[in-house]
């Protein structure tokens, strides 16, 4: 089948970072019989009834939507699924230990239930430029199935993020502050798909979800099956290195801290450990930087791409003045100028003007904080200009489009009779 390619402007592509998960998936034994969330499979159970469960199917909006803003899209109405493959966080969920020769068969499985749920529906398979072996794969089982089609997209982050693959993959605004399903959509992660075949075709019970232990944190680097309701201490008391750990969740770039008393849900993909450095490195733009990641040619690392990067903690420095360097500019996958953005907000000029530098556009991906050279926490100054403006009522009521109207739009529908 021919496989079309997508690519975007900006973003940034992560070098290889030591902590790396790998191999097959092993099951986690909890210490003691766990009470978390539950998919019993049942008498004629529907890929849409998981997807429900796993508050998949779900709406909401801005208060300046055209229709209510909460509720949960009917399957007649689901016109787009988006299933991502894509890997191009720092640490990710890795696919090879997902997607095999082994569990193809069990994939695919899930691709057709789905597919009869949501008879209207495009499935649009996106997997990253650099993940040869899946496209070989899954290329001629996808071939056989109606209304999919296999993509693939330029392997930089933040390409595995919604708001960005929607509009370069399908070619559809992706407007602020609405979820997937109120546009008419499905966005689907790899582990979705194996949830709706292990409940419909083989009738088990969900009740675990697959995450892997990423990072320099951990004594072994796994792939775990780990039962819903699991207590992050206790995964971090089995694996855990000693010392001071930072735990985060899914994404070492924009996810949230964990703490002992968080348990594992089904979107937990990942938790990440990294240790804490609270030392001062003086002068450290003057050391060599083999190990240290860096967007320009100041460390020696950027001469050597598959060396094993160092993971931490430690800014390496404090907060400096913005130079206007541009590099923030310049890995940004939206288009915008984040230190222009950053400089208002900062001398707290939150106006009508920012909302027409597309402000709301910003998908808050961390890019512009991990390029700059002055440590400057570009997303958090962002974020609350965001804020204000909302306060002002300089709002999202530029970004309400026709197409996310689902009431509307298929009350047009049933009038022309389709």
């Known amino acids: ?31 003691k019989d766990m009470i978390g969330s539950v998919i019993e499979p049942g008498r004629g159970i529907t890929a849409a009834d998981v997807l429900d469960a796993l508050n998949l199917t779900g709406f909401s909006g801005p208060d300046t939507a055209l229709t209510e803003t909460v509720g949960k899209i009917a399957p007649y109405d689901v016109r787009d ?27 695919i499985s899930g691709l057709r239930n789905i597919q009869e749920s949501y008879p209207r529906a495009k499935m649009t398979l996106v997997i990253g430029e650099d993940q ?55 966005w689907l992660g790899i582990k979705d798909v194996f949830q709706v075949a292990k409940s419909v075709t083989e009738k ?7 995450l892997a232990l990423s990072g320099p944190g951990w004594k072994k680097n796994l792939v775990l099956d780990v039962p819903v309701g699991t207590k992050v201490k206790d995964i971090a ?21 964990l703490t002992d008393e968080d348990t594992v849900t089904f979107d937990t993909d990942v938790i ?15 050391r060599g930087g083999k190990n240290a990641d860096s967007f320009t040619n100041t460390f020696l690392s950027k001469l050597l791409p598959k060396s094993e990067k160092t993971a931490g903690t430690n800014l390496q420095g404090e907060r400096r003045a913005c130079v206007s360097c541009t590099y923030c500019q310049s890995v940004c996958p939206v288009g915008l100028i984040p230190h222009l953005l950053h400089k208002h907000a900062d001398k707290n000029i939150i106006n009508k003007r920012l909302a027409e530098y597309n402000i709301f556009d910003c998908i808050e991906c ?18 609350l200009a965001k804020e204000e403006l909302e306060k002002a009522e300089i709002s999202h009521k530029e970004y309400v489009i026709p197409e996310c109207d689902i009431v509307a739009q298929t009350s047009r529908e049933v009038a022309a009779g389709e």
């Open 366 to 383: 961390g890019l512009c904080d991990y390029v700059c050279p002055s440590k400057i926490e570009v997303v958090s100054n962002i974020k």
């Open 237 to 257: 008391k089995s694996y855990m290195a000693e010392g001071e750990i930072r735990l985060v969740k899914n994404s070492i770039l924009s996810g949230g801290l």
């Open 204 to 210: 088990k019970v969900v009740d675990s979800t697959v």
């Open 81 to 107: 699924i988006v299933i991502s493959t894509v890997e191009t966080e720092p640490y990710s969920l890795p696919m090879k230990s997902m997607v095999n020769q082994a569990t193809k068969g069990q994939f």
């Open 272 to 286: 990440i450990a990294v240790p804490e450095d609270r030392r001062r490195q003086v002068l450290f733009f003057l």
């Open 1 to 31: 089948m021919k496989v079309n390619h997508k690519t975007f402007t900006g973003g940034y592509k992560f070098n290889n970072f030591e902590g790396q998960p790998s191999g097959d998936v092993v099951l986690y034994k909890p210490v």
């Open 132 to 186: 040869i072996d899946l496209v070989q794969l899954l290329s001629a089982e996808v071939k056989r199935l109606s209304r999919v089609s296999l993509v693939t997209i330029a392997s930089k982050y933040p390409a595995n993020r919604k708001e960005l693959t929607v509009p370069v993959v399908l070619g559809k605004k992706y407007p602020v502050g609405y979820g997937p399903a109120h546009l008419g959509m499905l």
